[in-house]
């Protein structure tokens, strides 16, 4: 049976430059198997076609068809909702900007006349852009994000992700943001599923490190929810976690025997 797999890429694929161990083999495996294969990351500050030469360049051979951002779903959902002549203020960096120009969306900086604001991760966050949005959303204008990640993995630690810019929003207005397009957006779940892999939910595994994205969006949309310890999630976080995977793996590269039968593969923690 055709089965569908979405993979998640910091700190399930790789780790900022570094490809985790048997990543590039498990993924062709499944290719070579007549599997389908998406990836699909939150991170707002790359183009999908840097992530297509990113992972080309790590020995996985992807086209852009392969490729889903938070950036993406941002700019599509906005296609499809936002009425004639509305405008959008944008916190976040020049891919965010881009993949919403591609989708005809038009971008404003002046806060009275824009209908959405539009957060991601953004590097170069200021007192002047934070009041900028709060201005925006004083006079009507609706407040969406990219993606809650807190944090975003790199080597030897952690550094502030799209979640402090949300945090930092929600905090002026005492409000939080109306919607988030990335993981774990059923959105996001939708689109990929329906028009990218074209097979039932369950059907389709959601790969990945994060229980509050990765994990909690397979939850909600009847994915497969297999985590991989590799990236955010430690075992002693799984105890007293809200969002718990269907499966866990200790990394990708178990997944050439995990597709052969998902219930063979137990970590040793679990038969405790």
């Known amino acids: 049976m055709q089965k569908g797999f979405i993979f998640d890429l910091d700190g399930t694929v790789y780790v900022e430059n570094r490809l985790i161990d048997g990543a590039a083999e498990a993924i062709h495996h499944l290719i070579d198997c007549g599997h389908k294969v998406v990836f699909l990351t939150n991170k707002s500050i790359e183009t999908i076609d840097a992530y297509v030469e990113k992972l080309n360049f790590l020995g ?17 959902y906005l296609a499809n909702n936002i009425k004639k002549g509305e405008k959008v203020l944008v916190i976040g960096e020049k891919p965010l900007y ?5 989708m005809g969306i038009e971008i404003s900086d002046n ?4 209908s959405y604001v539009v957060i991601g991760w953004d590097r170069q966050f200021t007192y002047d852009k934070l009041n ?9 204008a609706k407040v969406i994000a990219t993606n809650p990640d807190r944090t975003c993995p790199i080597e030897g630690g ?3 992700d799209c979640g402090a810019m949300i945090g930092a929003i929600e905090g002026a207005t005492g409000e939080e943001v109306e919607l988030i397009l990335g993981k774990p957006s059923p ?7 329906e028009e990218m892999l ?9 790969v990945g490190d994060r229980l509050e994205t990765d994990i909690r969006m397979a939850n909600l949309s009847g994915l497969q929810s297999v985590l991989v310890l590799t990236g955010i999630t430690t075992k002693e976080m799984l105890s007293h976690a809200l969002d718990q995977p269907k499966y866990i793996l200790n990394s990708i ?5 995990f597709v052969k039968n998902p219930n063979s593969i137990v970590l040793d923690f679990l038969k405790k």
Do not use: H
Request: aromatic letters at 8%; a negative charge.
């Open 132 to 140: 900028q949005a709060f201005q925006a959303w004083k006079n009507g």
């Open 158 to 160: 952690q550094i502030p």
């Open 98 to 102: 881009d993949e919403l120009k591609n």
């Open 253 to 257: 590269k178990d997944l050439k025997d």
């Open 187 to 193: 959105f996001a779940a939708k689109v990929i599923v």
């Open 111 to 114: 806060e009275i006349e824009v």
């Open 60 to 76: 996985i051979k992807v086209t852009r068809e392969n490729v889903v951002s938070s950036n993406y779903l941002t700019a599509k």
């Open 198 to 206: 074209e097979l039932p939910p369950e059907n389709c595994f959601m």
